[in-house]
């Protein structure tokens, strides 16, 4: 049932985000607050319907609730992403911020979670989570917090490019990310991993492993990676935004693509195992 729901919402959202660079102006606005929209019931659903409610209101309360918090005092006082306002493109605003801004937080924050918590030994088929509980930990907020954050070398550089929000002062910048300033990115990393380290205290253990019906959210996770590319360089004449998300978000992104892979074969190696050996053949032919 999670995982049926789950990929349902998965294949509307990646056929929303397929439509993305085929539109263009208020159309293309509206089709971006649907594609968060999407992300979020995505996310905080698999979460509900995985894992309970508690662990549904954990990641509410510190993705939502508290992306709209750092979203509101940065368009307030500039800490600590920059000096920046919110165009009327991207629905009703609160406190200057549009609803969805949180709600993006949110559908991302979820698959970054669980693809750490499965880099650091919290699957079934990870054998990548050796050492201390204490390292593990900080290997499992590190791996989050990069993988959140990294996203937003993708997202800016759009967003900007659409005029969905603008810099008042954007220097210094990463070098071909003119218009959006490097203390944008700190400010990520720094709230990603104020998030990442209040999510598992509030969701209790059931947030500490990740099972087969996770695999929606892992996808969604190397979608997002991999299709982010693609349209950067290629349909969104972006591509100095898909060489740093790229090399960003690889840092969690390549290592899940690899475990993926390899869970895949030692599955499809355990089914040939199992296959019964007809009388007479010779098996090693």
Request: with cysteine.
């Amino acid at each position: 049932m999670t995982r049926r729901i789950s990929w349902a919402l998965l294949a509307i959202l990646v056929l929303a985000q397929i439509c993305y660079p085929l539109t263009t102006g208020d159309t293309r606005a509206g089709l971006t607050v649907a594609t968060v929209v999407l992300g979020w019931l995505l996310s905080v659903g698999h979460a509900l319907l995985s894992r309970g409610p508690r662990v549904a209101a954990a990641l509410v309360a510190v993705a939502t609730g508290g992306g709209f918090a750092i979203e509101a005092i940065g368009v307030a006082t500039g800490v600590p992403f920059g000096s920046y306002d919110y165009s009327g493109e991207l629905g009703p605003k609160l406190a200057g911020v549009p609803l969805i801004i949180p709600l993006a937080w949110t559908w991302m924050a979820w698959p970054a979670w669980l693809a750490a918590v499965r880099l650091t030994g919290g699957g079934s088929t990870t054998s990548t989570g050796g050492g201390s509980t204490v390292g593990r930990w900080a290997g499992r907020i590190a791996l989050a917090t990069v993988g959140l954050a990294a996203w937003d070398l993708f997202l800016d550089p759009q967003m900007v490019a659409e005029g969905y929000w603008v810099w008042r002062d954007a220097t210094p910048a990463l070098p071909g990310l003119a218009g959006i300033p490097v203390s944008n990115y700190l400010g990520w990393l720094l709230f990603a991993v104020l998030m990442m380290s209040a999510l598992r205290p509030l969701a209790g253990p059931a947030a500490e492993r990740t099972d087969r019906r996770d695999h929606p959210m892992t996808a969604l996770y190397l979608w997002t990676y991999f299709s982010s590319i693609l349209a950067h360089a290629v349909f969104l004449d972006l591509p100095a935004s898909a060489l740093w998300g790229a090399a960003g978000m690889s840092v969690t992104a390549i290592p899940l693509a690899v475990t993926v892979l390899r869970a895949r074969r030692a599955r499809e190696t355990r089914q040939e195992d199992h296959q019964p050996h007809r009388p007479g053949v010779d098996a090693t032919r």
